[in-house]
């Protein structure tokens, strides 16, 4: 079975600064990788995903994330972030066919501060 | 446009009642999926449905049944009620082979 943990229960950083939110996976094949965002009282959104290929993804708002696969890692990065960004960010795996539903880690609450 | 349509949005339930959490999908996905989020469990995955059949149940209660009566349709029914099943039950659906799940708003459901 896959897992993930997300060992940032908060992070605060200032508006224009750069971000990485951290995310390992645990799971035996080759997983599928995905970061989704929560804004309050809403549903989650997708914001990048990865299957194969190049290990650098590109997702909304400026938003990418780096597969590494010896380090069973998948960090979301932005350049610079806007008040706006504030909200929960979800890392989740899936084994990708079958509808194998994505298992998600406990979710890293950013605020950014003006 | 919403394209995954949860009912109601709120409600309250009494403990020991029965409550039906509604969900329609408008994706064409033929993958649906159940959710709970709580301050105790942040985002718990409860079923997978595929095709109208359950493929993964994460739930060790028989107290949650889904119910599936049409393809887009995966309605999530939660018996004996408790205090603790208080949270916020999201729907989400996928395509096969995608791994891209879509979720809904969610039903928060507070049981007194």
């Known amino acids: 079975a896959q897992s993930v943990t997300q060992p940032d229960a908060r992070v605060t950083v200032s508006e224009g600064a750069s971000l990485q939110l951290r995310c390992k996976y645990s799971?035996?094949?080759?997983?599928?990788l995905f970061w989704y965002v929560q804004y309050p009282r809403q549903g989650l959104q997708l914001l990048l995903k990865y299957y194969s290929g190049d290990p650098v993804v590109q997702g909304v708002n400026g938003f990418e994330a780096e597969f590494i696969k010896s380090n069973s890692s998948f960090h979301l990065r932005k350049a610079s972030v806007h008040w706006s960004d504030s909200a929960v960010y979800f890392c989740?795996?899936?084994?990708?066919?079958?509808?194998?539903?994505?298992?998600f880690g406990a979710g890293t609450k950013l605020s950014v501060k003006p | 446009d919403p394209k995954i349509i949860q009912k109601p949005k709120y409600l309250v339930a009494v403990t020991g009642s029965e409550k039906i959490l509604i969900c329609e999908q408008y994706l064409g996905h033929n993958a649906m999926y159940w959710y709970r989020q709580s301050a105790k469990k942040p985002l718990e995955f409860m079923f997978s449905?595929?095709?109208?059949?359950?493929?993964d149940n994460q739930t060790a209660s028989s107290r949650f049944q889904p119910q599936s009566s049409k393809k887009n349709h995966l309605d999530l029914q939660i018996t004996a009620l408790k205090p603790d099943d208080s949270a916020t039950y999201f729907c989400?659906?996928?395509?096969?082979?995608?791994?891209?799940?879509?979720f809904g708003k969610g039903t928060r459901l507070t049981v007194v």
């Open positions: 989740a795996v899936s084994a990708g066919n079958n509808n194998n539903a994505p298992r």
């Open positions: 989400a659906s996928s395509q096969t082979g995608t791994g891209e799940v879509f």
């Open positions: 449905y595929s095709y109208q059949k359950l493929m």
């Open positions: 799971y035996s094949g080759t997983p599928y």
